[in-house]
């Protein structure tokens, strides 16, 4: 049995409270919303791609911890990656988030990422934990040639 404390561990406390890469960004090339009514978190997520490179990513947006804490470690794990490296780290966390993965598992390239994997244990919470994923999917999906948002 888990129960709620093992949800919020140290890292996940300490994302919350000082969000990584948090507020608009400028050079932003992309940027896509995200909202889950369940718990009334929003996103948005902002991207600059430098051809296929995530050059620099950045979140805005109010929710609760889980939610941002899952949006503050994805913009660590996602900055300066490749759009497919993107793809393959979305999928192993939305893998492990809903306890689906398949023979391609890779836990290797979630890092930090799996201090977030108790939230698999708390269905009305695995969409907050996803919500900035799904965000940055509909970016990825959209985004085959570089789009200006001015
Ligand atoms: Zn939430």
């Known amino acids: 049995m888990y129960n709620i404390e093992e949800l919020y561990q140290e890292i996940i406390i300490d994302h919350n409270q000082k969000p990584r890469n948090f507020g608009k960004l400028a050079t932003a090339t992309a940027s896509e919303e995200g909202y889950n009514p369940l718990c009334g978190d929003q996103v948005t997520v902002y991207i600059e791609f430098e051809d296929k490179v995530i050059k620099a990513i950045k979140f805005s947006g ?14 660590e ?74």
């Open 62 to 75: 109010s929710g609760c911890a889980i939610s941002k804490a899952s949006a503050s470690l994805m913009t």
């Open 77 to 150: 794990s996602i900055n300066g990656k490749t759009k497919s490296q993107a793809h393959i780290i979305f999928n192993n966390f939305r893998q492990m988030i809903t306890k689906t993965a398949d023979k391609n598992f890779d836990s290797n390239v979630l890092g930090d990422l799996e201090v977030l994997k108790n939230v698999s244990e708390f269905p009305a919470r695995i969409k907050c934990a996803t919500l900035a994923w799904h965000t940055l999917k509909s970016i990825l999906d959209k985004n085959n040639t570089v789009i200006s948002t001015k």
